[in-house]
């Protein structure tokens, strides 16, 4: 996956989980913030969408809003459904769970897209027993604790991972 990188400047890389307002969303916050802590915001574009346009136009939910703003995240995208293009425009598209990846095998426009695609948890360096970024949705505030503390870890890996290939 990682290999099919452009050769441009910057590594786009799209966060995607079901509805973009939980999972996808606060990936996105926690990759900014760490970029811009690693002052390596120029040499990325990051963004979000989610499977289903439901949720179109919309801030992220009030809840991991509130969870992330605790750990230093401001997550102020607004949801948006995955495109085509995106499997175009994107280097790597990585989702939240095995319905995510599904979903976005089949909306690719080939197979060749299917490279591009990867899983948030492979990324994990400390909760590697993690398969799927849970959707907190329905859950209570231990839920969005734990999802932050999953995309920390995996975001971190996935800078890793990015920074020893380049």
């Known amino acids: 996956m990682i290999n099919s990188l452009n050769d441009n400047n910057k590594i786009k890389i799209l966060f995607v989980c079901l509805g973009n307002i939980c999972r996808s969303s606060a990936a996105e916050g926690v990759m900014l913030h760490l970029l811009h802590e690693a002052g390596r915001e120029s040499e990325f574009e990051i ?40 499997f175009y425009h994107f280097d790597l598209i990585i989702g939240m769970d095995d319905r995510n990846l599904d979903d976005l095998k089949e909306r690719a426009p080939s197979p060749e897209e299917w490279k591009k695609i990867g899983r948030m948890t492979d990324f994990c ?11 907190p949705y329905y859950g209570g505030a231990e839920g969005f604790e734990y999802v932050l503390d999953l995309l920390e870890d995996a975001c971190a890996g996935l800078l890793a991972t990015l920074s020893a290939k380049g």
């Open 125 to 135: 360096t400390l909760f590697t027993h993690a398969d799927h970024v849970p959707d």
């Open 47 to 86: 963004d979000s969408a989610g499977i289903l346009s439901y949720h179109r136009g919309e801030l992220p939910d009030p809840r991991m809003r509130a969870h992330a703003a605790r750990r230093g995240y401001q997550l102020v995208h607004r949801s948006r459904p995955v495109t085509t293009e995106d």
